[in-house]
């Protein structure tokens, strides 16, 4: 089993870290947040007072940060943890951000001899509980082979997509295309609604024919379609629209700087920004339907 730092305990890193501490690994966790560091200790962790503390003789770091920003002032501001860091250590960051962002910590730290892989994930929070996610990891496949030895006990699939920023890459390819599928699955079950068609048969149909794709099958944005899932209980989260938005603001920068044509993308993200402006930003991204339905 192996020492590793954990820093982040949100809604996703505190039930990743969990599940490191169920796996049997010696986890050192930080968050800003006293909560989460006292629900994460009754499991078996130990608290550091200050986030340096996690380096200490670890083997990894595994680090859920909001944004770019605050990965940078992580391991690179002023005493970050560059400075603490051990060379056999490996960085693990599986913040969903910007891919140049994940390049510069990781050209940063292996000026100091200390390796990095960036590992994004998909399956939202009922994945980090349940240690089912997708990792997406850019890096050496020497480091992705490494890295696969703790990402196996938070995760059931593990991609290497390249080098350093191709995993945050992938991730915002995967949820521009994810949020695309939801906002028409939403579009067109409401028009079939609207016609007077029961929506569990209109799901069933489309699901036998060519329209079928995983949003209307497993993450059906109509209540009471599907049991145990967000739009059956009041649309509570699952992956917040403010998440979405954030992703697909990542995707538009992307597609920004490679000239890539992302028409359906920006459709996208104009539409979960309305929502956010609508006072949704904390209901699940299927909430989407809402804005077809709520006329």
Known sequence: ??????????????PMAANLVKAGHDVTVFDLSETAMETLRAQGATLAKQVSEVCVEADFIVSMLPAGKHVKMIFLGE????NHLDKKTLVIDSSTID??????????LAQHGIEFVDA?????????????????????????????????????????????????????????LLSILMAGTSEALQLGVDHGLDPK?????????????????????????????????????????????????????????????????????????????????????SAIFKLYSEK
Not at 1 to 14: C, E, T, V, W
Not at 100 to 106: C, F, K, R, T, W
Not at 222 to 251: I, Q, T
Request: proline fraction near 4%.
């Open 79 to 82: 005493d970050g943890l560059v």
């Open 120 to 176: 994004p994930v998909s399956g939202g929070v009922a994945g980090a509980a349940a240690g089912t996610l997708t990792f997406i990891v850019g890096g050496s496949h020497s480091n992705f082979e490494r890295a696969k030895t703790v990402l196996a006990n938070m995760g059931k699939n593990i991609f290497h997509a390249g080098d350093i920023g191709a995993g945050q890459v992938a991730k915002i390819c995967n949820n521009m």
């Open 1 to 14: 089993m192996a020492k590793i730092g954990f820093i982040g305990l949100g809604n996703m890193g505190g």
């Open 201 to 285: 048969v209109l799901s069933d149909i489309m699901l036998a024919s060519s329209g079928r794709n995983w949003t209307l099958e497993l993450y059906n944005p109509c209540p009471e379609v599907l049991p145990n899932v967000p739009s059956s209980n009041g649309y509570k989260p699952g992956f917040m629209v403010d998440l979405m938005a954030k992703d697909l603001g990542l995707a538009q920068q992307a597609a920004q700087q490679t000239n890539s044509a992302t028409p359906m993308g920006a459709l996208a993200k104009n539409l979960y920004n309305l929502m956010q402006n609508q006072g949704k930003g904390s209901e699940d991204f």
């Open 99 to 108: 891919a140049q962002s994940a390049q510069d910590v990781g050209k940063a």
